[in-house]
C-alpha cells in the first residue's frame, strides 16, 4: 500500500499564498505520475496539475499561472504552490499517484492521499 500524506493546507485572504506539501511512498519508482486534485462541498472533484517523474508537468486552465506544482524525489515529497488565492479556490486538496510511463490526459490515479483543507476568505 502506498502512502500519500498532504499538508499545509489552513484559511488564507484572496490573494494570498499557500503551499501544499505531499509526502509520499510513490518516488521510490522509477516512471510515476503524481497530481494534485481539489473537491468543493457538492461539487465533483476536480483536477489541477500533473507531474510527471521526468519532470513534465500539465495544468487545468482554472490554475495555470497561479498554481505551480513541483516536486523533491530526493524527500519524497510533492508540492503545490498556490498564490493569488481566491475564495473559490476554497476545498479539500488532495494528492494522487500512479504508476505510469506517462500522464498524458489519465486521471485515473491508484493512489490518494487524505486531503488537506484549503479555506480563503473574500
Known amino acids: 500500500e502506498e502512502q500519500l500524506v498532504e499538508s499545509g493546507g489552513g484559511s488564507e485572504e484572496a490573494g494570498g499564498s499557500l503551499r501544499l506539501s505531499c509526502v509520499s511512498s510513490m518516488f521510490k519508482y522509477s516512471r510515476y505520475c503524481m497530481a494534485w486534485y481539489r473537491q468543493a462541498p457538492g461539487q465533483k472533484r476536480e483536477w489541477l496539475t500533473s507531474?510527471?517523474?521526468?519532470?513534465?508537468?500539465t495544468y487545468a486552465d482554472s490554475v495555470k499561472g497561479r498554481f505551480t506544482t513541483s516536486q523533491d524525489a530526493g524527500k519524497g515529497t510533492l508540492y503545490l504552490q498556490m498564490d493569488r488565492l481566491e475564495p473559490e479556490d476554497t476545498a479539500m486538496y488532495y494528492c494522487a499517484g500512479g504508476i505510469w510511463d506517462a500522464c498524458g490526459s489519465r486521471r485515473d490515479h491508484g493512489y490518494w492521499g487524505r486531503g488537506t483543507q484549503v479555506t480563503v476568505s473574500s
Open positions: 507531474i510527471h517523474s521526468t519532470g513534465t508537468t
